[in-house]
């Protein structure tokens, strides 16, 4: 972590709060109604009660690489920061792409595709997990059983976590919570090069 980093205290939050709420707003203009074939969407009978993840994929080199993307980019979930500090708790960080295909990973020698793709042009990331250690974390639209929820998930209640349903902005339609598409967004996302730089500081340190 970097010396000068400025760790938040209780005088920034009403600040950081601002800002998610800015971020969060409905905007009719950026978000299409689509369809969900559109958005390759995978309803909640077809998640087995997980999220979705690298981990739960058939297209996974399990704790090393995606059979899209190729063996130069390394791929697997992280702790970060490395200790937990008086003002940071350690945080559990899980990948997963738009391309996700639920399965069993490839536990054997490492396999790919002839024709490889970007982690951007797949939308690798990395979703922070409610808890570190959990046996699997993920994205869904609304967080149940060990997932992160999606801002495009509203409800009425505070924690998505709750519902059974609840409407989608970019679909325009009720989706089951453990539901999940390649729309999925969420304001804590870690991208692939933000991703990727911890995963160096981490097998750095």
Same mark, same amino acid.
């Given at each position: 972590m970097p010396i000068? @980093?400025? #760790? !938040? /205290?209780? #005088? &920034?939050? $009403?600040?950081? &709060? %601002?800002?998610? $709420?800015?971020? %969060?707003?409905?905007?009719? !203009?950026?978000?299409? /109604?689509?369809?969900?074939?559109?958005?390759? @969407?995978?309803? #909640?009978? %077809?998640?087995?009660?997980?999220?979705?993840?690298? !981990? &739960?994929?058939? $297209? !996974? &080199?399990l704790g090393k690489s995606c059979m899209l993307i190729g063996p130069h980019v390394e791929i697997r979930k992280f702790i970060y920061p490395i200790y937990p500090t008086a003002d940071a708790k350690q945080i559990e960080y899980w990948p997963c792409c738009g391309e996700w295909k639920r399965g069993e990973p490839n536990r054997g020698p490492e396999e790919f595709t002839d024709e490889l793709d970007t982690p951007d042009e797949l939308g690798l990331g990395w979703i922070n997990a409610p808890r570190v250690g959990q046996a699997i974390g993920g994205a869904n639209c609304g967080g149940e059983n060990g997932g992160d929820e999606c801002d495009f998930y509203i409800t009425d209640v505070a924690d998505a976590r709750d519902t059974e349903q609840g409407f989608c902005r970019v679909l325009q339609q009720d989706v089951d919570n453990g539901a999940v598409c390649a729309a999925w967004r969420d304001d804590d996302w870690v991208d692939y090069q933000r991703g990727s730089a911890l995963l160096k500081e981490l097998n750095d340190a």
């Open positions: 000068d @980093f400025k #760790a !938040y /205290t209780a #005088a &920034n939050l $009403r600040k950081v &709060n %601002s800002q998610r $709420r800015a971020l %969060s707003q409905p905007d009719v !203009y950026l978000v299409p /109604t689509l369809k969900p074939a559109e958005v390759l @969407f995978v309803p #909640a009978a %077809s998640m087995c009660g997980e999220p979705s993840t690298c !981990y &739960n994929c058939g $297209r !996974y &080199n």
